[in-house]
């Protein structure tokens, strides 16, 4: 059997080639990664539930990591959403960048940055079934590479007690 060894930190993975046997190394997704432009550099944000189909399997998996210093640019972009955040996210993103910023990312702070994507990973927390409240932000500039987290959204479900006739 065709097998490729991936390497993630603390997680190695088997892909193996033959299709056949796709239920023997089951596939585990994390939802949205978001990012955002900014005056010196780029805020990136990703939560750290990893789900097997719907089952939230694991709840701490550190979906960002520093690989190298040498980057590779595929594309360039002032804001970027993957997966359901290219729905719910992108317009936060988008309006931090053209109605507060004018359209230029230089005219937004790394504050401003990081208050964007923490607001676009609370919309994806309430409207995403399989996103979380727990994540990891990195800030990339001049200085390097700062992952920080995990980090926990500061959410408040008081109102749900209100929501009847939905039994």
């Known amino acids: 059997m065709d097998s490729l060894q991936v390497q993630f930190p603390n997680n190695p993975t088997d892909v193996h ?21 900014y005056r010196d550099g780029v805020v990136l ?5 990893v789900s097997y189909g719907s089952l939230a399997k694991y709840m701490d998996f550190e979906r960002m990591f520093k690989s190298t210093l040498i980057i590779f640019v595929a594309f360039t972009e002032n804001y970027v959403a993957t997966g359901f955040g290219a729905y719910l996210a992108m317009p936060i993103l ?7 910023a004018g359209g230029d990312p230089n005219n937004i702070t790394e504050e401003d940055a990081i208050s964007t994507i923490t607001s676009a990973m ?11 409240d ?34």
Request: include cysteine; charge should be positive.
């Open 17 to 37: 080639g033959d299709c056949r046997n796709h239920t023997m190394t089951p596939i585990c997704t994390g939802t949205s990664v978001i990012g955002i432009k």
């Open 45 to 49: 944000a990703a939560d750290m539930l």
């Open 94 to 100: 988008r309006e931090c960048l053209e109605i507060k």
């Open 122 to 132: 609370k919309q994806l927390y309430f409207r995403d079934c399989r996103a979380f």
């Open 134 to 167: 727990t994540y990891q932000m990195a800030v990339v500039n001049k200085e390097g590479i700062q992952i920080s987290g995990p980090l926990r959204l500061k959410c408040d479900w008081s109102i749900a007690e209100y929501v009847k006739g939905y039994d």
